[in-house]
Each structure stands twice: as C-alpha cells, then as structure tokens.
C-alpha cells in the first residue's frame, strides 16, 4: 500500500512538472512571437509613413514646378527644391529597412525611378516655363506623378493589410499569453493546495498513529508492569520451594530427581532476573527525569565496586577522568551498570581481561566510551544489538536475558542522547553513548 501511494506521489509530481514545464516553454515561444508581431507592426507604421512623407514631398515638387511655370515667382520653387532633397532620404531609408524582402524592395525602386523621372521633367518645366513646350511637359509630368501616385497608393494599401494582420496576431498573442499566466497561476495555486491538503492529511494522520501509538504503548508498558509484577510471587514461591526441596528432602532424591530441583531453581532465578529487568525497561519508559549534575567518575566507581564483587584475579579495569553530567543519577546509574557488566562478562573468558572506561567532549555533548577485549561481535549484527531480548551470542557461552542493552538504549534516549557501538569478532567492543549538556524533563 505504502509503494503504491508513494507511485501515486511521484506519478502526481511528475505530471505536475510536466504541465508547468510545458505552459512555461508556450508561455515563452508566446512572447517571442508577440514580440516579433511587435516589432513588425513599428516597421510597417515606419514603412507607411515614410511612403505617406514621401507621396506628400513628390505632390509639393509638383506644385512647385507647376506655380512656378505659371507665375515665374521663385519664391514657388522652394517646395519643389525641398521635396527633391527630402525625397532621397526617405527612399533611402525604405530601402535599407526593406533589404531582406524583395518584393517590396523592386517596388520602392520602382518608386525611386518614377521620382527620378519626376525631377527630371519637373526641372524641364522649369526650365522652359516661358515657352510652348512648357504645355506638354506639364502634361508630363502630371502622368509621372499619377504614376507615382499609384505605386505609392498600391504599396502602402500591402503594408496597410499586413499590419492589421500583424495586429490581430498581437491581440491574439496577448489573449493567449493572459490565458498562458491565469493557467500557470491556476495551476500553481491548485498545486500548493492540493499540497497543503496532503500535508494537512498526512499531519492529522499522523497525529492519529502516534496517539494511538502512545496509548498502545502505555497499554503494553502497564500490562508488561502488571505481569512482570504478578509474577514474582508464584516465582518466590517455585524458587522457595524448590530449595526447601533441595535441603530438607535432597537426601530421599535421586541424582536425577537432585538435577531436575537445581534445574527449577537456576531457570527459576533467570526468571526472576528477567522479570526485573523487564520493569526495569519499563519503569524507564514511565518514569519521570529528575535531572541533575551527576559526578560521572564517581558514580563510575561506585557502580565497579558492586558489580566486580567477584572480581577476578587478572581483570584490570582503567578509568580515565570521566567529566559531569546532567542527568537522571538512578537511571545513569542503571546504564551504567548495564554497560560495565557486559563489558566484564564478554572479557571474562580472556586470559588477561581488560576493560577501558573514558569520556571526551564535542561542542553540544559529552560522550562517554566502554571498551573491553573480549568476544566482540560481527558489525553486520550491531542493528540488533540494543533491540529486546535480542543475543547475539548462545545463552550456554554468555547468561543474560537480552533485556540490558534496550534498556541502556531506552535511558540515553530519554536524555536526549545517542549510543553506538563498534566491534569485531575476538577483537573486543566500545560501546559509546552521548549526553547532551542540557536535559529537559520534559522532551521525552
């Protein structure tokens, strides 16, 4: 279930991408065509007007040469003069903007030699206004200019057409880039909600589990409680009667039925241990922190001389200067015993034992380490080191309930800290936990 709805995400998203991707990649081409639409409607309105200019300028050389002619005014010649200059200039600059389409450029250079001739016969007129051919040159040139009038006419109603087509594009460019940017923000919007939605769901369902996670937990820790508590008393009672078995009536037992008695008592006592330990992990979990500064190397000591009761002849144990800490002193405590009885029972069968203890300090914790020479253990196993009642070696190499190193877990844990461990098989173990300088009773 758990792969199929992550499919579903990844599915969700890609498809998301996609279509942002995709509106994004339109959304450009877009704009590159409502810019080229842009720029190609200010070259047509430049086109047109300098064809509107230079129909306006050829008129004025008419007008001119024809005043002229008939008054002999030379005050008339001047827009004759002007039109023939300004003229030039704005063919040329039709020309150079028109370079690249022929259809138009053969057009203006039609306009250009209409112009030309223009000048010329217009010149004429002026030149012979004071005699008879004047007439049939004015003639002329009135023909020369409907020419002009018409090449003029033909090329700005082209230009004209293709610029309300270029208009229209650019309203539908701008349509569609406004269609482009409401879908992108309509998608994007739709996005995060339906984001913020699923966090939302996942936050409540969430919440949910671990709710009822922690009601099933404090429902197990209780019945664990409960049991491990009820329990001790029928247990007393085998243990009990079993010894009086051994001692008062040992004599009327066989070997075997003297075996059988020591049997009951040894898995009697292993019961008991393991039942202590269980309440112990969980007293730990219900317990509250009563946090303080705990003189660590000390409590070190204090924890050597009740364990190592037995000590053995040839286990050498250093303790380096171990700094405070603040913490829970029972629970410390508790850890502590845990550790260093591990770390002298997986030593023993050593011929020379040894067991280090130390500590160093980071920047935000302190970490204290536990190392010994003994059986040590494979690192492929070290995930199941701290889980209950998980062994990693046979009960008949090692006695133990599996219980001690959860339970050292569970109390870092409660601190606020990490343990780890490093090993190799007959090579010995560390065993490291950190605490950090500050503990608040109520984090965990």
Aim: charged content about 25%; some cysteine.
């Amino acid at each position: 279930m758990k792969f199929y709805v992550e499919k579903k995400v990844i599915a969700g998203f890609i498809i998301t991408i996609s279509i942002l991707i995709s509106l994004g990649v339109y959304a450009h081409i877009n704009n590159r065509a409502l810019l080229s639409a842009s720029r190609e409607v200010s070259h047509l309105n430049d086109i047109l007007y300098h064809l509107e200019r230079t129909l306006a300028l050829a008129a004025d050389m008419e007008t001119g040469a024809r005043g002229f002619a008939l008054t002999q005014d030379p005050a008339l010649l001047a827009p004759y003069e002007r039109g023939a200059d300004e003229t030039n200039a704005h063919i040329a600059y039709l020309l150079a903007g028109n370079g690249r389409d022929n259809g138009t450029k053969r057009r203006i250079l039609r306009i250009q030699a209409l112009l030309e001739q223009k000048r010329q016969f217009s010149a004429s007129l002026i030149e012979h206004s004071a005699t008879r051919a004047a007439r049939s040159k004015a003639v002329l040139d009135n023909m020369i200019m409907d020419s002009i009038r018409r090449a003029v006419t033909s090329l700005q109603y082209q230009k004209t057409q293709r610029l309300h087509q270029c208009k229209s594009e650019m309203s539908q460019r701008i349509w569609h880039g406004d269609v482009a940017f409401i879908s992108l923000l309509g998608t994007t919007v739709l996005i995060l909600a339906v984001v913020f939605s699923a966090v939302q769901i996942q936050r409540a369902g969430r919440s949910r589990a671990e709710e009822r996670a922690a009601l099933l937990h404090g429902e197990l820790e209780a019945f664990t409680y409960s049991v491990s508590h009820d329990l001790r008393a029928p247990l007393r009672s085998i243990h009990g009667y079993s010894q009086i078995l051994q001692e008062e009536h040992g004599e009327k037992l066989d070997a075997g039925g003297r075996r059988i008695a020591d049997t009951i008592m040894k898995n009697a006592q292993k019961m008991g241990r393991l039942i202590d330990d269980l309440l112990d992990f969980s007293h730990v979990g219900r317990s509250t922190l009563h946090p303080g500064k705990v003189n660590m190397h000390d409590l070190v000591e204090d924890v050597l001389a009740e364990v190592n009761q037995k000590k053995s002849e040839t286990l050498q144990i250093h303790v380096d200067t171990l700094p405070p800490a603040m913490a829970d002193i029972s629970l410390i405590r508790l850890a502590w015993t845990n550790l260093i009885s591990n770390a002298i029972k997986y030593s023993s069968k050593k011929e020379f034992p040894q067991v280090w203890i130390s500590a160093f300090e980071t920047g935000t914790e302190i970490v204290y380490s536990i190392r010994d020479n003994g059986v040590g253990f494979d690192m492929q196993y070290v995930h199941k080191l701290f889980g209950v009642f998980q062994r990693l070696h046979r009960e008949d190499e090692f006695e133990g309930t599996g219980v001690g190193l959860a339970l050292v877990s569970r109390i870092v844990a409660r601190h606020g800290g990490r343990v780890w461990a490093e090993a190799a098989p007959d090579r010995g173990a560390t065993f490291y936990f950190s605490l950090p300088h500050t503990v608040n009773p109520n984090d965990r």
